[in-house]
Nanobody, 121 residues
Framework: QVQLVESGGGLVQAGGSLRLSCAAS????????MGWYRQAPGKQRELVAT???????NYADSVKGRFTISRDNAKNTVYLQMNSLKPEDTAVYYC???????????????WGQGAQVTVSS
């Protein structure tokens, strides 16, 4: 099994910055695409940013130019640097990873438990 543990959420004023981290652990043979999603109260979960193992990135239009996703394959960790935060960025942020684990032929998607990010105006 694989566990994804997020850290770095919190409360920040508009215009401020936060950095989220997500560390994967378990019987990992290969860590493929990783990403961040978020879910605001009363809304559906939406994609924020993704990064491939080769570090190709993709961002939601709403965060382009403000957020940066990166990863450290040696540490099985993905990061989300969030700058110029806005109140509308308030949400629970979830880490996701596509992982090939020992004993399986195909990779599976795993999710973290979520980290609350609150941006005050």
């Amino acid at each position: 099994q694989v566990q994804l543990v997020e850290s770095g959420g919190g409360l920040v004023q508009a215009g401020g910055s936060l950095r989220l981290s997500c560390a994967a652990s378990g019987t990992i043979c290969r860590l493929n695409d990783m990403g961040w999603y978020r879910q605001a109260p009363g809304k559906q979960r939406e994609l924020v940013a993704t990064i491939t193992r080769g570090e190709d990135t993709n961002y939601a239009d709403s965060v382009k130019g403000r957020f940066t996703i990166s990863r450290d394959n040696a540490k099985n960790t993905v990061y989300l640097q969030m700058n110029s935060l806005k109140p509308e960025d308030t949400a629970v942020y979830y880490c996701s990873a596509n992982v090939l684990t020992a004993g399986f032929f195909l990779p599976r998607n795993y999710w973290g438990q979520g980290a609350q990010v609150t941006v005050s105006s």
